[in-house]
């Protein structure tokens, strides 16, 4: 049972607008992460946290921007969205020395189409 | 640098068929390796993992290895069913203070009837 949640499931959204991307954990986790994923499947960090106050740039390169304010809560938020955004975005946290063994505890995404 | 190579897709196989798809891996030291299997519509769900070499992660009939002579955690199922039909993405993670995730380009596999 999912223990990490998103919403929306879906958004379609025109250009220009703003979103925020909704991204809540109950399992107390202090890493969390935002990936995005291409219609090819692959999968590109594009935010982390390492915990309250905390947060980093990933691997690729995103017009987006997160906040973390509380340890449970780690929204996305596209201040101008563009037809290029246009993509499923997974949030994901994780417990280093849990039972996860440093695995990754995901969300069920959000579908986002730009129009 | 620390990176993950899967087989490509699409694999398709009928059911009852044996599965197998490959990843290996590059890395310095001793990581934890994962499978994340990835329904349609769905996020990511670890389907399996190890954390040292020798070590078998096993759950719902599928089975990996960690091979460190090989550097490789190939997934094995003996009899596959339509229900298999997925995206699965083969993983390693070192843990430490980023505990970042290095995923390989996911497999889509499809199992027909």
């Known amino acids: 049972e999912a223990d990490i949640y998103q919403t929306p499931r879906y958004l379609v959204i025109g250009t220009g607008k703003k979103i925020t991307l909704e991204c809540s954990q109950t399992?107390?986790?202090?890493?969390m992460y935002w990936y995005q994923q291409d219609p090819g499947m692959e999968l590109h960090l594009i935010h982390y946290?390492?915990?309250?106050?905390?947060?980093e740039k990933g691997d690729l390169s995103s017009e987006s921007t997160v906040s973390r304010i509380r340890t449970e809560h780690f929204p996305l938020t596209l201040e101008s969205a563009r037809p290029s955004h246009t993509s499923q975005y997974l949030c994901?946290?994780?417990?280093?020395?849990?039972?996860?063994?440093?695995?990754?505890?995901f969300g069920s995404g959000t579908r986002l189409t730009v129009v | 640098g620390n990176s993950v190579t899967q087989m490509e897709g699409p694999v398709t196989l009928s059911e009852e068929a044996f599965l197998t798809i490959n990843c290996t891996y590059t890395?310095?030291?001793?990581?934890?390796l994962f499978w994340y299997v990835q329904y349609p519509g769905e996020g990511l769900q670890l389907l399996l993992k190890?954390?040292?070499?020798?070590d078998k992660g096993s759950n719902k009939g599928f089975e990996a290895t960690y091979r460190k002579e090989t550097t490789s955690f190939h997934l094995e199922k003996g009899s596959v069913q339509v229900s298999d039909s997925a995206v699965y993405f083969c993983?390693?993670?070192?843990?430490?203070?980023?505990?970042?995730?290095?995923f390989g380009t996911g497999t889509l596999l499809a199992v027909q009837p």
């Open positions: 399992m107390g986790h202090d890493k």
């Open positions: 994901a946290s994780s417990d280093p020395g849990g039972e996860s063994n440093y695995g990754y505890t």
């Open positions: 993983a390693l993670n070192y843990g430490g203070a980023t505990n970042k995730l290095i």
């Open positions: 946290s390492y915990g309250v106050n905390s947060t």
């Open positions: 190890a954390t040292k070499a020798d």
């Open positions: 890395a310095t030291g001793y990581p934890s």
